[in-house]
């Protein structure tokens, strides 16, 4: 599962992702309440593990903002806050489960692992699509005009990205904060390389092209003219 850990304590941010990642798991984080709402917006989770209490913005103030765009991601609230009325303010605001700080690693992972099941994405809202391309966001599969196309990791996140961003602009900085999770510019065409390759395999002749470059603003995915 892809899983975004929204914790400003940088030493139970790091036992988490540790965890996660040897669970099997891609985990990337947030340090505070508006970065998380950033990528909770801007990107495809699975599952997000939210801290209650958060600079910036309040963990509740994020759920309710994150749920009021009308995603339906699974939420777990971590919390040092543990009275029945808290918990109870944490499921109210959106939060799929509520666990109180401290924690076993074991406990959370397996209630993520219940929350996931509840959560799983209807057939429509699980797939992307623009035109005749299409992205399976449950079994990682994209086609365009039925034929399967086969994708690097990488390049599969880039391609996620601009689909879910159809019809817009997407910077550098979008595409480097929102896939790489960079929030700063490496200076490398690591970007232009990801979008080349996707282009040569999404975009192949006699096929119009989906993929678009706008000359110093960004890229765009979008249906035919």
């Not at 914790?7 to 036992?15: S, T, W």
């Not at 989770?45 to 913005?57: E, H, N």
């Not at 509740?60 to 995603?71: C, D, H, K």
């Amino acid at each position: 599962m892809r899983i975004l850990v929204v914790e400003d304590d940088a030493e139970i941010a790091g036992f988490l992702l540790k965890a996660l990642r040897e669970a099997g798991h891609v985990a990337e984080h947030a340090p505070d309440g508006r970065q998380g709402l950033f990528l909770a917006t801007g990107e495809a989770y699975d599952a997000i593990v939210l801290d209650r209490l958060l600079p910036k913005m309040d963990g509740l103030a994020m759920l309710a903002a994150l749920r009021a765009t009308g995603s339906r991601v699974p939420v777990l609230i971590l919390s040092a806050l543990g009275q029945v009325d808290e918990r109870i303010k944490g499921l109210r605001a959106g939060g799929d489960d509520y666990l109180v700080k401290p924690f076993a690693i074991a406990e959370l992972l397996a209630r993520l692992e219940a929350i996931t099941r509840r959560g799983l994405l209807p057939a429509a809202e699980s797939r992307l699509r623009v035109a005749d391309l299409e992205l399976d966001r449950l079994a990682h599969v994209v086609k365009r005009g039925g034929e399967v196309i086969g994708l690097k990791p990488q390049e599969y996140r880039v391609l996620e990205f601009l689909m879910r961003h159809a019809g817009q602009v997407v910077t550098r900085t979008m595409l480097l904060e929102g896939v790489w999770d960079y929030h700063f510019d490496p200076q490398t065409n690591v970007i232009d390389v990801h979008v080349s390759r996707l282009r040569a395999k999404i975009d192949r002749e006699p096929r119009p092209a989906l993929i678009h470059t706008l000359r110093g603003a960004g890229y765009c995915l979008r249906e035919p003219q």
